[in-house]
């Protein structure tokens, strides 16, 4: 029986590794950021020496910014924001670094998955997790069960094109929603913009200072999320869309635009959304609540 997991999120900015117990309490969590052109040895390197802080596990779960295939046998294929992995098995790297069970899944699929089990989504069956970070993923549940499709490649909403003639994407198409609405293209098209910015949470900061140039990038990032939202919801009609992921920090710039959006775009039933944070869900609190009919609950995950 396993007691006790060693969970690790391997981003494109940081590596994240938890000890987690079956019902889900972080018993300890440290994070790291991943070096730019990390190896694959660099990586096993500071995995074992953030696992050396976790205490004893009993099996070892590792979430990846890449398609985890059905039948995954991991080997990291396609990383568009890790390029210098591709080709890794990181399977069995962690095989060989622990010796004990090990599950590689697609991180923004575990997040939904996460979320399902025991966070904002747990009552509901159908819902769409949008991680919104250095990349955009999204892990899709329909009754109760994670949507992997015919290889596994299912849910990949980063990869969803709101700009048919947009920006390449490092999936190879272009203009992708990862190209206009992550983080990185937040601090992009803030630069493209002449701002004088390294992070998109310097673009919030500037927001926030009611900076003109700001202003116009979020009003562009929420309203190309708010076009595969809308997209997203008349597809599928979920329950319930859970916003997570370190942009979700800055949620206040974009959300009004992302809404306005959802609204003109999809099916009337499916756009009256309502807008929720964790925090404001738990204490009940009715007031931002009264502004939107409830349909379509949007949950903003900023943990
Ligand atoms: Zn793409």
Redo the contacts with the bound molecule.
């Keep these: 029986m396993v007691n006790v997991v060693l969970a690790a999120d391997l981003g494109g900015t940081n590596l994240r590794i938890a000890a987690v117990d079956s019902v889900g309490t972080i018993l300890h969590l440290a994070k790291r950021p991943v070096p730019k052109g990390v190896s694959p040895e660099q990586l096993i390197e500071l995995v074992r020496e953030m696992a050396a802080e976790c205490g004893s596990f009993d099996a070892v779960a590792c979430s990846a910014p890449a398609p985890a295939a059905k039948e995954f046998d991991g080997v990291l294929t396609k990383l568009?924001n890790l390029p210098s992995l591709v080709g890794m098995n990181l399977k069995a790297a962690l095989d060989d670094l622990f010796h004990l069970p090990v599950t590689i899944e697609n991180d923004a699929t575990a997040a939904g998955i996460g979320e399902d089990w025991i966070g904002a989504s747990q009552n509901v069956s159908t819902s769409v997790c949008v991680t919104l970070g250095t990349g955009i993923g999204g892990g899709i549940i329909i009754n109760g069960e994670p949507l992997r499709g015919l290889d596994g490649t299912g849910g990949e909403v980063?990869?969803i094109c709101v700009e048919p003639d947009g920006r390449p994407?490092?999936?190879?198409?272009h203009g992708?929603i990862?190209?206009y609405a992550s983080g990185t293209a937040i601090e992009r098209m803030a630069s493209e913009a002449g701002m004088n910015v390294t992070t998109a949470a310097q673009v919030y900061e500037a927001w926030a200072a009611d900076d003109k140039q700001a202003k116009a990038v979020f009003n562009t990032m929420g309203r190309y999320l708010g076009i595969m939202l809308a997209g997203l919801a008349n597809t599928l009609n979920p329950e319930m869309f859970v916003i997570c992921g370190g942009v979700t920090q800055g949620w206040d710039a974009f959300a009004p635009r992302v809404k306005a959006e959802i609204l003109a775009r999809a099916y009337p039933a499916a756009a009256a959304c309502q807008t929720r944070s964790r925090q404001t869900r738990r204490q009940r609190r009715p007031a931002r609540s009264r502004t939107f009919r409830l349909s379509t609950p949007i949950i903003v995950n900023k943990n």
């Design positions: 568009p980063g990869h994407c490092g999936c190879g198409g992708c990862e190209q």
